[in-house]
């Protein structure tokens, strides 16, 4: 037997106590007889002999009671039983320790568990049962590879500095590399701490066939700092419901909440800042329901690149409490508007003109004789209203500008006679075939079909006859029925989409994409000889969301990444990756990203080495750190905001596919309330089995007999 503190076995000095009392009681006294005492004499013997009997048992369980307590505190342990070789605790040791610092640990219900101060206590716990000549490898979740081997006091240094990430903590790698470390250990000894909540998201086991176990006998100590009865409320989503982004309209947000570890509801504040600024406030009584949802509306008052925020009220983990997004509100749109006939364009002129007050659409007047010598990279759409030809070299600027983002209306002449160059256009933009035989003057057809539900139409109804249009397909009154009285037959692509069609479906309006563009066909001219839609109060709020809804910009919302994932964010076509990028962190460091080049395009790599925070990233230009040309969201994941912990059992079953779930191989402590118990489970596998508890049970059952017969003494 060892004893983990044996300068407590002098207190065993105490058990004599009660024999000492016992011995000065027994003191003789002179006896001085009486007569009336005279009886007592005849007294049986065998009476007398059982209180005596009495009295030593007594003095032997209190005896008994200091011993086993005082043996309790000195902490023996019976060595070699279901611990490891007796050689561990003779020899210097390799030590990996594995410190979750996803943004889980962050959970602090102000009063007793704040996870993260409790989980460096125990990492520093671990330290202290090593030595200053022991190998100590500690390594942080988030870290992309197994730091170099520490001694004691550097390790300590180390814990202090640390900080929780933005990262998920994932069990499978980092336990590969642990074993990648320890291969090359200095020491036979090995040991591996993890130190976690234990969330059951981080113990999923990659889809592979096979796992890598270590080819060496290595000890696995896991340490759980997850407290009993956690309660959390988190966002799980943010989502942008507006598809067009337009100056001084209100964007659509919905976001969602869920509780857990709740029984009851709770009310809660939904606040949404664009740019930092308060734009709108909204309550919400949160169920314990999976999700709970909340839509709010927020007008921007700002154009340009907007940063969005949601968040909800403080609680017990503050991490998942905001969510980010962005999108662009372009302060203007070029538009190049190509015409053979300046009274083609005179209604769609107009319409765009009226819109914010001739301030947003720029527009560029060319005859079409003029269109070859244009340049296309200039403009944010291109209209061609009713050209009457087209040159090989305008259909191949218009293929290459649509490619690289441009957005392209295109208007198509009734009375076409060289219809093959249009054909092979709109062959050219995937989206589709003209024909010059459609709709004559003598049989005009009504549109039978329009997909409200369209992004295209979304804000151009209000109100009631916004919900009743999102749940039709067909005019609900007479002055919605549009009528096509000449136009030329389009015949769309399987991949363009017929918003507007008639006589079953042939296409009037169709949008398609091409590459990363898009193109937006209409069979015949803006102009009320063609049709009555240039003369319906839909025209105006149609024509500017085309042009909308074609530009790249206006679609801008920025691309989102949950954090610790890989991607890529592709580079608006003006950009250049040549001139150098800088990205802004949301804590306001940069770095120089990774950027690939394909087919002319350049892409931004995203990897959780570099993008290693939550929040809103901003891509400049080096030389020119206000100018802004893109933004990157990265989001926490999700599963962060789950309050449920993995219990032994379960872990032991993990573990086992690497070799580690042995009986003298695996520990596992729960460490939410004290650090002690750790230094219990390490020195309870290196030495042995400790009976302290056990000492401790003994004493008290002690205490409940020693109780029952001094009261059956005393009557």
Known sequence: MIFLNPAILLGLLAAGVPILIHLLNLRRKRQMEFSTLALLKHIESSSLRTFKIRQWILLLIRSLIIFFLVSSFSKPIFSGYLAGSDFSSRTKTSAFILLDNSPSMGYNDRLRNDQWKQAKAAALKIIDNLSENDEIFLMLSSMREAPPSLTASEAKKRIAQSELSSLPFRAEPNIYKAIGALVSAQHLNREIYIIS??????????????????????????????????????????????????????????????????????????????????????????????????????????????????????????????????????????????????????????????????????????????????????????????????????????????????????????????????AQLLQSLGAGDLRAEGVKPSAPA?????????????????????????????????????????????????????????????????????????????????????????????????????????SLKTQAASPSFVAGTTGEVKLPPSVSAQGGLIVQKPSGKTFVPSVREKNSESYIIVSPVEFDEHGVYDVQERGAPANVVSKIVVNLDASESETASLDQALLQRFFTKFGMAADKQFFYTSASESVEPIAEMISGSRFGFGIWKYLVALALIGLVVESLLGKRESV
């Open 197 to 422: 909540d234990f969330q059951p998201k981080d113990f999923v086991l990659a889809d592979s066939m096979f796992t890598v176990k270590p080819r060496f006998d290595v000890k696995l100590y896991l340490v759980s700092i997850a407290p009993k009865d956690k309660k959390n409320a988190g966002i799980s989503d943010i989502d942008v419901l507006t598809k067009l982004f337009e100056p001084s309209k209100p964007v659509r947000t919905e976001t969602r909440i869920s509780l857990y570890g709740e029984t009851q509801n709770r009310p809660s504040t939904v606040s949404l800042r664009l740019n930092g600024k308060l734009a709108s406030e909204t309550a919400i009584d949160l169920a314990p329901s999976p999700t709970n949802s909340t839509i709010a509306l927020a007008t921007p008052t700002e154009t340009g690149f907007i940063s969005g925020e949601v968040s909800t009220d403080s609680d017990n983990l503050d991490a998942d409490n905001k969510r980010f997004f962005s999108f662009y509100i372009p302060e203007k749109l070029n538009v190049l508007l190509a015409y053979s006939d300046l009274s083609d364009v005179a209604f769609l002129k107009l319409a765009l003109e009226s819109f914010q007050n001739g301030r947003f659409f720029d527009l560029t007047f060319a005859p079409e004789q003029t269109l070859d010598a244009r340049d296309f990279s200039k403009f944010d759409v291109v209209v061609l209203c009713g050209l009457t030809r087209l040159s090989p070299t305008a259909i191949q600027k218009s293929e290459s500008f649509v490619s690289k983002g441009g957005g392209l209306l295109y208007f198509a002449r009734p009375d076409l006679f060289d219809v093959s160059s249009h």
């Open 446 to 550: 009504t549109v039978e079909y329009v997909d409200y539900r369209h992004p295209i139409f979304d804000g151009i109804f209000s109100g009631e006859a916004s919900r009743r249009k999102a749940l039709s397909t067909q005019a609900s009154s007479a002055e919605d029925m549009t009528t096509i009285y000449s136009g030329a037959e389009l015949v769309k692509s399987q991949s363009a989409l017929g918003v507007m069609t008639y006589f079953g479906q042939k296409a009037f309006m169709s949008i398609g994409k091409h590459v990363g563009g898009t193109v937006i066909v209409f069979s015949t001219l803006p102009k009320p000889e063609q049709t009555s839609l240039a003369l319906q109060p839909i025209f105006a709020p149609l024509m500017f969301r085309a042009l909308l809804y074609a």
